[in-house]
Structures are given as C-alpha cells and as structure tokens.
C-alpha cells in the first residue's frame, strides 16, 4: 500500500506548460546565426559588409543630414571658415534656387501655367497606370490628344495667329482630302458613310487642334527659350511616351508585317536608331534638322531635342510592343481572323489590348530609361532639370566647396523618386499580370 | 486603309506647314510685321549678354539689339533674345531664326566671305589671352610651357592657342569642354593651370569663380579678335541699320550727345549733332527709319560709352579698361564713320 | 469535298479586294512617301549648304587640325595631323575606354549579381541597394558627379601625393613610369604570346585526359606558370644576356606639373568609374535573372553528388545560366559602349566629343561628320549583333 502511495508521487495529475522551443531555433538571435553567421565565410562577409557600411553610412549621413545647412542667403552660411562648423550639404542653396530649378527663367507673373500643366500631366498619368481607373480609353483620348493641347496652349500662350489665308488653305485641302476618301470608298465599294465618318473625324479634330491653339487666350506669350528645370525635364519625358507609344506601335507592326518593303524599312529605322547612341541623335537633330528643311523654315531650339528623343524613343518602344505581339498566342490571330476581321480590326479589337496589357511593365521600364535620359538634353544646351543646376552652382553668390554634391544630391533625389516608383509600378503589374497567368 | 489615311494626314499636315511658312521678305520689313525682333545673344556672359532669374538680358550686345529696337520701334524692349551656343550661332543666324547676331563673334575673312554673313559693325575689339592663379608665380603668358590650359572647343580660341604655343616652341596640354560653363569650373576646380578664352570674356568669368581675387589676367593678348554684331549677306538694307545704329552711338559719345542730355541737345545749333538727331536731313529715311532714329536710340539706350561704362567698364563688375575701345581722338579704335 | 469546294466558284470580286494587290498598293504607297521625304530633305539641304557656302564631301578628313587632344593613343599634334587623324584618336579613346569598362563592369556586375541571391542576408540587401541606386540615377548626373568626386579632393601638382615606385597622383590625373622597349623586347611579347598558346592547348589535352581517364591536372597553376612564367624567364635571360629590355621613364616635376612617364586623365578615370558602377548594376540583375533561370534540381543534384556550394557555382549553375545571361550581357555590353558618348560632358576626347565636338565645329561639315560618327557605332551594333546571333546558334540547347 505503502508503496502504491508512493508510487502515485511520481504520476503527475496534470500536464505541466510545455516548455518553449530551443531558444536558438527562432527569434532574432536564431535568425541572425541563420543569414547572418551560418559559417566562417559568411561571417568573414557580414563583417566586411559592416564594416563597409561603418565607413559609407556615417559621413553620408553626417553631409545630407547632420552637417546640412538648412537655412540662409549666400555662400557665407555654406562655408565653412564663415559658418563656423563643419558644412555638409548646403540645402539652402536648393531652397533659394528653387524656383529656377522648376519653371527656368520662365516669368514669375505666368508660373501658375506651369503648375496646371505638372497638375494636368498628373492626372493624365494616374488616369492611364491606374488599371482600375473608370473610362481609360476617354484617358487615352485625353492623355494623347487633349493634354498635349492644352499643354501647348498653356505653356507656349497659344495664339499662334495663323491668318485667314491658311483657314482658307486648310479649308481646300481638307475638301480636296474627303473628296478623295470618297472617291476611294467608291472605287473600293465599301460604305461612303464610314469613310466619309472616318476622313470628317481627321479633319475635324485637327482643326479644332489648330482652332484652339489659334485663338487669343489672353495669355502672355513665352518663347521656349525662358522654359527651364523640372518643366523641361518633364515636357521631354512626356513629348517622348506621348508620341513614341503610338508610333512605336506603328514601327512594331510594320515589323511583324508580311509586306516585304514595310518590314524592311521599320527594321532599318528600328536597328539604326538603336544601334546609335543617343547624344548623337540629339546633335544630329540640333545640326542636321535645319539643313533638312527648307531655308525660310525654322524649328524652334527646344523642338529638336524633343523630336531627336520621340524618334529615339519611339524604336525602343516597337521592340518592347513586338515582344507583346510575338507572345500572342497564334490561335488569337486564328479567331480573328476566323470572325471575319480585317488586319486593322483585328490589330485593334483583338490583338493590340492583349498585346499591350502584357508589355505594361516593359513600356514603362522603357519609359524609366527615357525619363533618365531626357539629362542627355542639357548636353545640347536645352536648360533642363541637371542644366539649370549645371548653370547654378557656378553662380559667384553661393561658391562653396559642397554646392556641386548638393546640387547633383537634388537631382539625384529627383530622378531617383520617379524613376523607383515607376519601376514598382512595373513590378507590382508584373505580378498581378502573373497571378493572372497561373489561372 | 488605316496605314493610307494616316499617311495621307501626313502628307497633308506637312505640305501645310510648308505652305504656311513660304514667305521671304526683306528683313526690315518681316520685323516690322512681326512687331519685335529676334537677336542672338550668348548663352550667359556676364557684361555682354546675360539673362537674370527673371529672364531679363543685360550687357553690351543685348543693348545693341536694344538700340536696333528702340530705332525701328520707338521701343527698346521689343526683342525676343534667342540664347545660342558657339557652334549655333552662324546656323541661326544663316537659317532666319534669329533677325540679327550680336553675341561677341569675332569677324575673319573666312566667316564674313564663306558663311553667307556680313559683319557691319565692330562693336567691341578684343583679343585673346590667359588667366591664371596669382600663386603660380606666372607673369607672362611665354612662362607658361608645360602647363595645362582649359579652353572651349570647336572655337577660334582652341586653334589660337595651339598656334601661340607652336610658335614659341612650348609644350602644354589641353583639356577641352563643349561650353565655356564647363571649361571654367573646370579651371576653378584646379583642373588647369590656366584659362584662355577673350580678355573680356576672362575679366567676366573671373566675376564667377569662388574667389575672384585668386586669379589674374595674363598681359599678353595673343590674337585679335573684333567682335561684330552679324547678319545675313545680300540684304544691304538691314546690314546698313547695324551699321549705322553702331555709328551713332559712336558719333553720339564724340559729340557728347548722353541719354541724360539728348532733348536738350536737340536744340544745338551744332549741324553734326542736327544731322545725327534728325533735325537736318533725311538719313533715317534712306535706310527705312524714321528720321528721328538716332534720337531714338539715344533717348532708349544711351550713347556708345555709355552702354560700355554701363556694361563692362568701370561702372560694371568687369570694370575693363576702354583700351582698343575708346573713341579714335582718345587713342582707341572706335572711330563713328560721319553722318552726312 | 474538294469538288464541293471548286464547284462554289468564288463570287467574282473586284481585283482591289486582291490582299496582294492592295499591299503592293501601300508598299509602292510607303516608297512614294519616303523617298518624297528624302528627295525633300536632300534638295533642302544641298540648296541650304550652298547658301551658307559649307564645303560638303569627305576631302576635310585631309585637312590640317589645328587643334590639340589631351589624351592620344597614336602621335597627333595640331600642326602635322588631320582631321581624318582626329577622328581616328576619338575612335580609340571610345575603344579604350569602352574596353576596359566592359572587364571592370563584368566583374562588378557578376560579384553584385551572385551577392544578390546570396543566402547572406546583408550580402543580399546591400547589393539590392546598390543595383536600385545606381539604376534609377541618370548616368550623366553620375558621370558628373564622378567628376568632381575625383577632381575635388586631389591636390595641385606641386602637392602630388607621391606613392612611391613613380606613381604620382594629382589633380592633373595619375602619373605612372612608362615602359621603354629596347630592340630586342619583342621576345618577351613573343613569349606571352607562347605561353598564352600554350595555355589553350594544355588545357585542351587535359580536359580531354580527364573526360577519358578521370585524371585531373593542375591547370591552374600550369596556366600561371605559362602566362606569367614564360615572359619573366624571357625578360630575365635578355637581362642577363644584354642590356635591360624594359626601361622605365619616370615622371619627374616640371614648373607646372609633371613631365614624362605615363599619365592617366582625370577624365578618363571619372568616366571609366561611372560607366563601369552604372553598368554593373544592369550586368548584376542580368546575372541574377541567368542564375535564377537554372532550376533548383541542378543546385541540388550537385549538391547530392557531393560538390561544395561554390564548385556548385562555378560548375554547375554558371555554365547553364551563361546560355541565358549572354545575350542580355552583350547588349549590356553595346549600352556601355554607346554611353561612354557621354564623355562630352566631362571633357574626355572620345568620338563624339573630338569629332562630333570640335571636327564639326571647325569645319561646319554636319552631314559628313554626323554620318562618320553614327556609322562607326552602328557598325559596332550590327558586328557584335551577328556575332551574338551565330553564337547563340552556338550555344542553342539540342534537345535530345
């Protein structure tokens, strides 16, 4: 008995709390041993990297930050014999040149212009990468037609005045042009109605284009030689991805054609522009455009960089969009065409939304590399965001030793923001486009 | 059919532009029409052109165009300045995009004879030379053998300097940037030892280095440069209103006609001074002014000395010395061609 | 059903329905708009070039320069060379620089990309960090900045830093002894040359060897000993024999600056730093996605058979991955070379910055030097793009 009694000492009436596993299997100290520490290696690695990071971090820091100059009117506060400590980045300098590094030299009276056109381009933009936004074809409409514009009307004060004698020219062609739609339409027998349609709608929506940008706002005209800084920047950016997406479309098709002559010259044009570097399409087209035309013909000085970077733009663009029209699976092409659809409708109803939606992520890494891009401008004089800073940090007022890094450490800042969310973007529509795939 | 109709919209948008633009007309008369006149001016020289935040220009060659403006209009400011770049200019210039180019270009036989352009008027003689920092020692250019030198290229000055040095048997390097922006930070950041470009273009680019008083100009001027205000060759007329807008700003600093004094002036009895404000004769008329033209410019702009004082002489940062620039009976070059 | 078919006859259509007929139409279409363009174009241009009396054809190439070039890979000077010699200076400097970029951002990028996917977590991060800064910054604002980062702290020539040995650093660049061959040098160029050939052919064998017999040799260190090896005995056995070879022409200061040796440009080193960290960033996600395209049962089949992680690396996933990392490497390779145009804006005398600068500046001949340039980086382009093309049927996979 005595024994049972004892023996029930050792039975336990209850499970005790179970103890917590290894303390080295999970947690922070776990972790760090697992990537951080697994082997003499890896631990020879994290060391260097540390060390690496102990001698880039702090002084890095220590410029944009700690040593920085935040506030005052001349190079007096960012030297450092006149300031009396240490000087890092000298952002007041950045501060009081703010303006110029935005809108140029663009008049002060006329800079809320510009701030609807960076609002309108905006909307524009978040209309259209926004997948999910409501009616993004009226974005479409609005982004490659009406924005450009009311851009142009904006910033240049529009009023081109282009005289009665043109209206009545344009009045003629644009007869002369319907005349001969329709002539084609009957020849070809198809419906009068949809060419006649067709060829109305061209005409009018270049007149209105030439009637909106003709009448007299009331707006201050500024020549193009006063635009400057981020507008500059931007306007190229956006010159190149509104023209290069339709005609980088163009080009790609043109390359997938079967008519031998068409293929061939969108491959020449496409090959020869990419196999270039850029700078030498931008002197080509600031030396080279004006002997192209005719003598008494001129071409504004910030068009030509614009027309150089939409050309270029356009070639990287087609091979990006053939890439989305080879993916296309042939039985697409098949259905198509098995509906009864001709190329055009078959290219716009069917091929090109499908081909389009899984080169977002290509057009807009390609757009990334545009935007970066658009800094070759300053190198032909056009005074865009990394020209204005060029220009600055030689002004005698703020000559101080750090003035440059700030200045480039602005820039770069600029740049960088733009050029790493797009690229998100672009990632985030990667995987949805996966995800979407996996069905 | 989509591909043809596009192309036909092309077609159609591009014989339009043509057609829009065919009109060649004297010059004169096309600025008249446009109401305001387009000059080339540098991109940013401190003293002979240079535009503020605010896109204001100011300097001796902007002031030429103001003259121009002020003759033909009545109105100094109806000009739009085109800033250009070394190598653009003479292209601007030839393809009609800018009226007329005062952006201190020197004038050579070649330039004058082979580019289509005419130079009517020398509005400022110059020459090239060097800068250096005061704490090399250096006091004439022929010390400077082995030494490295910044200098802009695709520009007479590149060329002048390689014959300088090959003359006197020195060596040197050369480090060339695409604008003269580059080329002197180049030099203030310690890149070259000196710096060649114009003395007036040395004096102004002294103003922007960080601390002006570390450096100093060289004596010896190594080439001659006379800068003149260009147009194009053929339309005489236009080339006679530079000629001789230049002239009675000349001719109004010898007879001591000032901007402050001009109205009072008007009364002179002195028939140089009638002939030269239009009381006397029709000579503004001749060249398809009015006679008032010189009066205009005056009352606007002011006379020769004047403008420079104003722009690069001692009333100026540059604070450069008339030299070459003064009036003929002062022993300089500038020599107002008589209005009779 | 074939006489079904034929008897239907098909309903008779106007010819202009025939598809081939109407994209004949459009190709005849296409002809007419372009060559008007180019008729347009060229018309303008030879009636503008008269105008402004601009000299055209190619005899300025034979034109005296009149200029200097501050870094030169064949003699040039102002007096005695020709545009034509000008041109060919640039063509070397973008070749110079472009060559030893694309050895530098090879490295970098193969060590940033393997760091990406390493298992070590900071390894891993510090060189996403890297790859996502240096991608999303223009290259000029780089370049620039690399420009002032090195000009700005290096000291005035009378203050070189002295390293010792002849090498010399200062703002002016860094100054290096340079070799001077004596007549009988040739031998020691002769024998790398040997020895490099020689190299190949071993490892040929020995590769050959192991696959029949299973025999490993040392060829490693075989290699060294023929590439290093044989020219050290062959310098060594002239200087025993004769006078030394290889001499050296130390840079020694002068009034301004440093005279003789070797001088590397300031310039030079700011582009050739840009282009290589700037590339090597796009290298890295290319080696990243070659490397991430092998699939996992490789890396674990080798790892069953017993090979440590970086013989797995180097014998098993590299040689798989290159198949889909070259093409995107050599076009990397192509990007680096087109950038190195960029020089323009640091001074440094490549192509575009001698002859697109100042060849068409002092001779005003656009078309003709515009047309040289282009053509000499399009004849790089299509040259290295048949090359890939005819390695890529190369490399194809067989599938058996």
Not at chain 1, 15 to 43: K, M, Q, Y
Not at chain 2, 267 to 295: C, H, M, Q
Not at chain 3, 31 to 53: H, P, T
């Amino acid at each position: 008995m005595n024994t049972a009694v004892d023996m029930s000492r050792f039975v336990r009436s209850e499970n005790i709390e179970a103890l917590p596993p290894p303390n080295l299997a999970r947690g922070p100290v776990a972790w760090v041993r697992e990537n951080l520490f697994s082997g003499p290696v890896n631990t020879l690695l994290t060391l260097a990297v540390i060390y690496l990071l102990y001698i880039l971090i702090p002084p890095i820091v220590d410029f944009l930050f700690v040593n920085a100059v935040w506030t005052g009117t001349d190079r007096a506060a960012c030297r450092a014999e006149t300031a009396g400590h240490p000087v890092g980045a000298c952002w007041a300098f950045v501060i009081e040149k703010i303006n110029f590094f935005t809108y140029g030299s663009y008049p002060a009276a006329e800079r809320w212009r510009v701030n609807i056109f960076f609002a309108l381009l905006a909307l524009g933009v978040g209309w259209l990468l926004w997948l999910k936004a409501p009616r993004r074809d009226l974005g479409a409409i609005y982004f490659f037609w009406l924005f450009p514009v009311l851009s142009y009307i904006l910033l240049t004060g529009g009023n081109v005045s282009l005289g009665l004698g043109f209206w009545i020219k344009f009045a003629v062609a644009s007869a002369v042009f319907l005349a001969v739609l329709a002539a084609a339409a009957y020849a070809l027998k198809t419906s009068m109605r949809s060419a006649v349609l067709i060829g109305g709608g061209i005409v009018a929506v270049i007149g209105i284009t030439l009637a909106l940008v003709n009448v007299d706002w009331g707006l201050r005209p500024v020549p193009s030689a006063f635009w400057g800084g981020i507008l500059v920047t931007l306007l190229v950016a956006t010159v190149g991805i509104v023209f290069s997406l339709p005609f980088g479309i163009l080009l790609a098709l043109g390359r997938r054609s079967k008519l031998p002559i068409l293929r061939l010259a969108s491959v020449i044009f496409i090959e020869f522009v990419r196999g270039v570097p850029l700078i030498t399409v931008l002197i080509m087209a600031n030396t080279m455009l004006p002997l192209f035309l005719p003598a008494d013909m001129t071409v504004d000085r910030l068009a030509r960089p614009l027309i150089g970077v939409a050309f270029f733009a356009s070639a990287y663009m087609a091979e990006v969009v053939r890439g989305g029209l080879q993916a296309m699976p042939k039985g697409q092409y098949e259905g198509a065409m098995s509906l009864g659809l001709n190329y055009p409708q078959m290219m716009v109803f069917i091929i090109l939304p499908q081909a389009l939606r899984i080169v977002i992520p290509g057009i807009v890494n390609t757009f990334i590399g545009l935007f970066k891009d658009t800094s070759l401008v300053s190198v032909v004089g056009i005074f865009d965001l990394v020209k204005t800073i060029e220009a600055s940090r030689i002004d005698p007022n703020w000559a101080a030793p750090t003035i440059s890094y700030t200045g480039y450490a602005f820039a770069a800042l600029f740049y960088f923001i733009f050029c790493f969310g797009m690229s998100r973007y672009s990632l985030g529509v990667e995987r949805r486009l996966a995800t979407g795939q996996k069905r | 059919m989509k591909k043809a109709i596009v192309s036909i919209a092309f077609g159609l948008t591009a014989s339009l532009l043509v057609a829009g633009s065919a009109s060649a007309q004297a010059t004169l008369a096309s600025v008249k029409q446009k109401g305001y006149l387009t000059c080339g001016s540098n991109t940013g020289l401190a003293g002979f052109g240079l535009p503020d935040a605010q896109g204001n220009w100011t300097g001796l060659d902007v002031e030429f165009c103001r003259a121009m403006s002020a003759a033909i209009f009545d109105d100094p400011t109806k000009i739009r300045f085109i800033p250009l770049a070394a190598k653009d200019r003479f292209t601007a210039l030839q393809s009609g995009e800018v009226d007329v180019l005062a952006r201190n270009s020197t004038v050579t036989m070649s330039r004058d004879t082979q580019l289509g352009l005419d130079f009517p008027a020398i509005n400022y003689f110059d020459g090239q030379g060097f800068m250096v920092r005061k704490k090399l020692g250096v006091s004439s250019a022929k010390e400077l053998n082995g030494a490295s030198i910044c200098t802009q290229q695709g520009t007479t000055t590149e060329l002048n300097l390689a014959d300088y040095f090959r003359a006197n048997n020195m060596k040197y390097e050369v480090v060339a940037f695409a604008t003269s922006d580059e080329t002197f930070k180049a030099y203030d950041a310690g890149r070259c030892d000196a710096f060649t470009t114009d003395a007036s273009g040395l004096y102004a680019e002294r103003l922007r280095a960080s601390n002006p008083d570390d450096h100093i100009v060289l004596p010896e001027i190594i080439s001659k440069e006379p800068l003149a205000v260009a147009v194009r060759h053929g339309d005489n007329q236009w080339g006679d209103i530079v000629r001789w807008t230049h002239n009675a700003m000349l001719n109004a600093e010898e007879l001591g006609v000032t901007k402050a004094n001009v109205d009072q002036m008007k009364g002179s009895d002195n028939p140089e001074i009638k002939r030269l404000l239009g009381s006397e004769g029709k000579f503004g008329e001749a060249v398809g002014l009015t006679n008032d033209w010189a009066y205009r410019i005056i009352k606007h702009v002011g006379n020769y000395g004047e403008s420079f004082e104003r722009n690069v002489g001692e009333g100026s940062k540059l604070k450069i010395k008339r030299g070459l620039n003064a009036q003929w009976t002062k022993g300089g070059l500038q020599y107002g061609i008589p209005i009779r | 059903m074939q006489t079904a078919i034929s008897q239907a006859s098909p309903p008779k259509k106007s010819f202009l329905y025939d598809p081939r007929v109407r994209g004949i139409f459009y190709q005849v279409l296409l002809v007419c708009v372009v060559a008007y363009l180019f008729y347009m174009a060229a018309s303008n241009a030879i009636e503008n070039l008269r105008r402004a009396k601009i000299a055209s054809g190619f005899g300025f190439l034979e034109n005296t320069a009149g200029f200097d070039i501050s870094q030169t890979l064949i003699t040039f000077s102002a007096a005695g060379s020709t545009y034509g010699d000008a041109f060919v200076v640039g063509l070397l400097n973008t070749l110079l620089v472009s060559a030893i970029g694309i050895v530098f951002a090879t490295l970098l990028g193969f060590t940033v990309g393997i760091a990406r996917l390493s298992t070590n977590w900071m390894v891993a991060k510090v060189a996403m960090v890297y790859v996502e800064l240096l991608r999303n910054i223009p290259l000029l604002l780089q370049l620039l900045f690399w420009y002032i980062a090195v000009l700005g702290p290096l000291p005035q020539p009378r203050d070189s830093y002295v390293m010792g040995a002849g090498f010399f650093l200062n703002s002016r660049g860094l100054f290096m002894p340079r070799p001077i061959y004596a007549s009988d040098a040739w031998v020691i160029g002769a024998a790398f040359a040997i020895g490099v050939v020689g190299t190949i052919v071993f490892r040929r064998w020995a590769k050959k060897q192991q696959e029949s017999t299973g025999r490993q040799y040392p060829v490693g260190l075989a290699t060294i000993g023929l590439v290093l090896g044989l020219p050290i005995a062959a310098w060594l056995v002239l200087a025993l024999a004769n006078a030394n070879p290889v001499s050296f022409d130390l840079p020694v200061k002068g009034t301004f600056n440093l005279r003789g040796g070797m001088q590397i440009l300031p310039e030079f080193v700011a582009l050739l730093v840009g282009l290589v960290t700037y590339t090597a960033a796009f290298i890295a996600e290319v080696v990243r996605a070659g490397i991430l395209a092998v699939s996992k049962g490789q890396t674990e089949a080798a790892g069953s058979l017993g090979l440590k992680p970086g013989q797995t690396l180097r014998l098993v996933v590299i040689p798989q991955a290159m198949r889909v990392i070259i093409p995107p490497l050599t076009s990397q390779y192509l990007n680096l070379t087109k950038n190195s145009s960029l020089a323009v804006a640091i001074g440094y005398p490549d192509l575009v910055q001698v002859f697109m600068g100042t060849v068409l500046n002092q001779t005003g001949q656009a078309i003709e030097v515009v047309t040289i340039t282009m053509g000499v980086y399009l004849t790089i382009s299509l040259v290295t793009s048949f090359v890939m093309n005819i390695y890529n049927r190369r490399v194809a996979i067989v599938e058996r």
